[in-house]
């Protein structure tokens, strides 16, 4: 599983990072590989997100839920419409640490990543916590 994905311009390829490893899987965009994904468990992304949004109460950032069974789910570390934004896989995080400037994200698999914008992170996985709940799905926190 991975941490995270960004998208590679000059190889045009999807880049999925661990601890290990990059793979750079081929194809045109991030949001056309994370349509690919949402499609096979049988929905849209656009669908998936606008449920998101409006159970809630959001409008910016939102995630891509691909599944909540078994839950795989990106969110953006900024504007999603930014090249070089990063997807982080949401159930790869072991647990989260605050400070007023950053986010310091630690994978199930020891990689640690800082995130800039903390308050949005925590908004944004506080959201999907309360999401995953919400459709009856338990999770553990590492909040």
Not at 24 to 30: E, K, T
Not at 111 to 132: A, E, G, Q, T, W
Request: net charge positive; charged share 20%; glycine share 2%.
């Amino acid at each position: 599983m991975c941490n995270y994905l960004y998208y590679n311009y000059p190889k045009a390829c999807l880049v999925q990072v661990s601890q290990n490893e990059e793979i750079c899987i081929p194809c045109p965009s991030i949001k056309s590989w994370l349509e690919e994904q949402a499609l096979q468990y049988g929905s849209t992304l656009k669908g998936r997100k606008e449920a998101f949004a409006k159970m809630m109460k959001v409008r910016k950032f939102l995630p891509a839920i691909i599944c909540l069974d078994p839950v795989i789910i990106y969110f953006p570390e900024d504007a999603a419409i930014k090249d070089e934004t990063r997807w982080i896989c949401w159930q790869s995080i072991e647990k989260i640490q605050y400070t007023s400037a950053t986010a310091i994200v630690y994978f199930r698999d020891g990689m640690v990543l800082n995130l800039s914008h903390p308050r949005r992170i925590r908004r944004i996985c506080d959201k999907l916590y309360l999401y995953v709940r919400l459709m009856n799905h338990p999770v553990s926190s590492f909040q």
